[in-house]
């Protein structure tokens, strides 16, 4: 299978930025959507947003103009710009991956953002 490798998540103060990435540690299909969830303690995961390999992006209303996704298909790496944090944003943060193999999960990055 795939395995995710996130990195990038960490404190920072409201206002602040943090950079995400991803990576998938083997080949991936051509065709396929990458994005990131969040969880925040004792809430369902939900999505934050998603890019397919043709460009096509997602977000959540909650981060719609704060956050930006992009992808480098060759790499096969997903990376999250978050700017103007807010502490509702705090969450671990999870890598997905699907294609035409099945659905894969990175292990989770804490993101806390304080006030």
């Known amino acids: 299978q795939v395995q995710l490798v996130e990195s990038g998540g960490g404190l920072v103060q409201a206002g602040g930025s943090l950079r995400l990435s991803c990576a998938a540690s083997?080949?991936?299909?051509?065709?396929?959507?990458m994005g990131w969830y969040r969880q925040a303690p004792g809430k369902q995961r939900e999505l934050v947003a998603t890019i397919t390999s043709g460009g096509s992006i997602n977000y959540a209303d909650s981060v719609k103009g704060r956050f930006a996704i992009s992808r480098d298909n060759a790499k096969g790496t997903v990376y999250l710009q978050m700017n103007s944090l807010k502490p509702e944003d705090t969450a671990v943060y999870y890598c997905n991956l699907s294609d035409l193999r099945g659905m894969y999960w990175g292990q989770g990055t804490q993101v806390t953002v304080s006030s």
């Open positions: 083997r080949s991936i299909f051509s065709r396929n959507v």
